[in-house]
Antibody, heavy 121, light 112 residues
Framework: QVQLQESGPGLVKPSQTLSLTCTVSGDSISSGDYYWTWIRQPAGKGLEWIGR???????NYDPSLRSRVTISLDTPKNQFSLNVSSVTAADTAVYYCARAGVGEQNYFDSWGLGTLVSVSS | QSALTQPASVSGSPGQSIAISCSGTSSDVGAYDAVSWYQQRPGTAPRLILF???NRPSGVSDRFSGSKSGNTASLTISGLQADDEADYYC????????????FGGGTKLTVL
């Protein structure tokens, strides 16, 4: 059974870079037909899709965040990471990593527990 | 503004059945049998409860069922229980962009 776990600082200063890592167990991020995805949820609001990376390293990002977001794979550690640059208070949210299938199977079948990141000086 | 439209809230009493709608377009919900639903209890991560409109992952109660008509999908919960109180989100595959997934804004279910 695949498990995902987010990790990273819970507090980031405005204008700095938010960096999170998702550690995957029970599956290899470098094989299989999956997208490894980041989703966030501001307090009291709905789910916001940030971006994803395929097992080959190909990425897709939400257009509104594309200029500030980078997602990368660390296959030896079976991890994938999220960087969001030039953060503001609007980036304060619970950040989730999730696994999604490809094409019409693009539902999110496994999720991490989530990690709260606050942007504040 | 979310691409898929869900009611902000629904409510029901224990034992009753409720339905949550998820309205899209002929480019997403109406075009593919690729709607999924997620349950998010307070303070927890979302959990997949239905995929491909009506398929349940292993371990999900058969009280949860799904259907689709035209551009609208629906999640039905029968025999409502107190621990069904949660937020519910729908998503759909779409071929209109490289991102290929659209989200609903979520529905808060209150069990009275």
């Amino acid at each position: 059974q695949v498990q995902l776990q987010e990790s990273g600082p819970g507090l980031v200063k405005p204008s700095q870079t938010l960096s999170l890592t998702c550690t995957v167990s029970g599956d290899s991020i470098s094989s299989g037909d999956y997208y490894w995805t980041w989703i966030r949820q501001p307090a009291g609001k709905g789910l916001e899709w940030i971006g994803r990376i395929y097992t080959t390293g190909r990425t897709n990002y939400d257009p509104s965040l594309r200029s500030r977001v980078t997602i990368s794979l660390d296959t030896p550690k079976n991890q994938f990471s999220l960087n969001v640059s030039s953060v503001t208070a609007a980036d304060t949210a619970v950040y989730y990593c999730a696994r999604a299938g490809v094409g019409e199977q693009n539902y999110f079948d496994s999720w991490g527990l989530g990690t709260l990141v606050s942007v504040s000086s | 503004q979310s691409a898929l439209t869900q009611p902000a809230s629904v409510s029901g009493s224990p034992g009753q059945s409720i339905a949550i709608s998820c309205s899209g377009t002929s480019s997403d919900v109406g075009a593919y049998d690729a709607v999924s639903w997620y349950q998010q209890r307070p303070g927890t991560a979302p959990r997949l409860i239905l995929f491909d409109v009506s398929n349940r992952p292993s371990g999900v109660s058969d009280r949860f069922s799904g259907s689709k008509s035209g551009n609208t999908a629906s999640l039905t919960i029968s025999g409502l229980q107190a621990d069904d109180e949660a937020d519910y989100y729908c998503t759909s595959y779409t071929a209109t962009s490289a991102l290929d997934v659209v989200f609903g804004g979520g529905t808060k279910l209150t069990v009275l």
